[in-house]
């Protein structure tokens, strides 16, 4: 009887799953580039990879801690580190697969992870200038967004009542204040549904494959916007490029993996190209400088001396430097070339509500004194 139990039990265990647990949110770059160095380190003082994996795991929380968990319990399976990487496309992008990938068919993992942290740390550089010199202009217009609202719900609804009563004739501006005001007033929620519909339809409408190459292309040329944009893409190109051919990856499979993680449309379809022509013998400079709208000529000079000699991968690590240094500059430099646009911006607007109310009120004052 009390076998008939205890096989019930471990029936019941058994068919008990463990629930899979969800997690909101990713995984931050930044926990990805701290997993990398340590592992490099641990690898480097002679530990076994899943002994150095179950270390650093013990470090982290959430989705990157169940991710690892996934990850450990493959490669003691019997699999590759590569392989378990590859399942996590989100996580491990294209090149860091390809590049642990390299590392352990030369048995260089290692120092592949090295080249890697190098890697991360300077993207991760290069986004955190992108962001924090975008923080001011963002600051300034949503400022001006709330302040905008702020008057359409208390100030103008008040003002507006008040013109209607008096019979003057009232400007255009003041007019097209009024009939916003009126429908602000009337269908507030309609108004901020609409709003909210039009960000979301913009953000998707920018999303759709086909839209991309046009809106890729035009914050190629946008003044300030297409400077950074172009220096972000180089800067990528040119780093990762180096990276893989470190890590002793051939030209031709380091362009077509760069080509699949660029983000500009543009600039992937011209990396595809490359990869296309340099299989069949062609100098890197000499497809380059074809493009030389998009890629300097001094870039393209560097990277010239870099192929006579030799030392490519040198030579693309110094010019993905001078990008990233223009980027540096641009950022610092950012606040103080938009001040301008945004003053200008913001006194238009004042200026426009200042002559909608005050005109209106002058002409009333005129009605009376005669």
């Known amino acids: 009887m009390k076998t008939k139990e205890v096989a019930k039990q471990t029936l ?19 926990a990805v580039l701290f997993f990398t160095k340590n592992l490099s380190i641990m690898l480097k003082t002679g530990s076994t990879l899943s002994e150095a994996l179950r270390v650093i795991n013990k470090q982290t929380k959430g989705k990157f801690h169940e991710i690892l968990n996934e990850i450990i319990s493959t490669i003691e399976q019997g699999r590759k580190f590569s392989e378990a990487l590859v399942v996590h496309p989100k996580v491990f992008s294209n090149i860091y697969v390809n590049i642990v990938k390299i590392g352990e068919e030369s048995g260089t993992l290692d120092k592949n992870l090295e080249f890697l942290t190098e890697q991360l740390e300077k993207n991760y550089k290069l986004k955190k200038q992108v962001i924090g010199a975008m923080i001011y202009p963002m600051i300034i217009l949503g400022g001006t967004l709330i302040l905008g609202t702020l008057i359409s719900l ?10 209607k009563n008096f019979r003057v004739e009232l400007p255009l501006t003041t007019r097209m204040l009024i009939k916003f005001s009126d429908f602000f007033e009337n269908h507030g929620v309609l108004a901020v549904t609409l709003l909210i519909a039009v960000i979301v339809g913009l953000v998707l409408f920018f999303r759709i494959k086909k839209v991309k190459p046009y809106t890729h292309k035009l914050l190629l040329y946008i003044p300030i916007i297409g400077t950074f944009s172009k220096n972000y893409s180089l800067a990528m190109f040119y780093r990762s490029l180096s990276i893989l051919l470190k890590s002793g990856s051939t030209i031709d499979e ?24 340099i299989k069949t013998g062609e100098n890197l400079f000499d497809l380059l400088e074809k493009h030389h709208k998009l890629f300097p000529p001094t870039d393209t000079q560097i990277i010239n001396v ?7 991968d040198d030579s693309l690590a ?53």
């Open 318 to 370: 110094y010019v993905a430097t001078i990008r990233e240094e223009e980027l540096n500059d641009l950022s610092k430099n950012l606040s103080t070339m938009l001040e301008p646009i945004l003053f200008i911006f913001l006194g238009l607007i004042v200026a426009i509500l200042a002559l909608s109310i005050i005109t209106p009120i002058y002409s009333i004052t005129q009605e009376f004194d005669a």
């Open 306 to 312: 870099g192929e006579e000699s030799g030392t490519l």
């Open 154 to 163: 208390f100030v103008l609804p008040k003002l507006t009542k008040m013109f």
């Open 12 to 30: 019941n265990q058994k068919s008990r799953k463990p629930k899979k647990q969800i997690f909101i949110g990713g995984v931050s770059k930044k």
């Open 254 to 277: 380091g362009i077509i993996i760069c080509s699949k993680t660029i983000a500009n449309v543009h600039y992937k379809k011209i990396i595809a190209e490359i990869h296309g022509k």
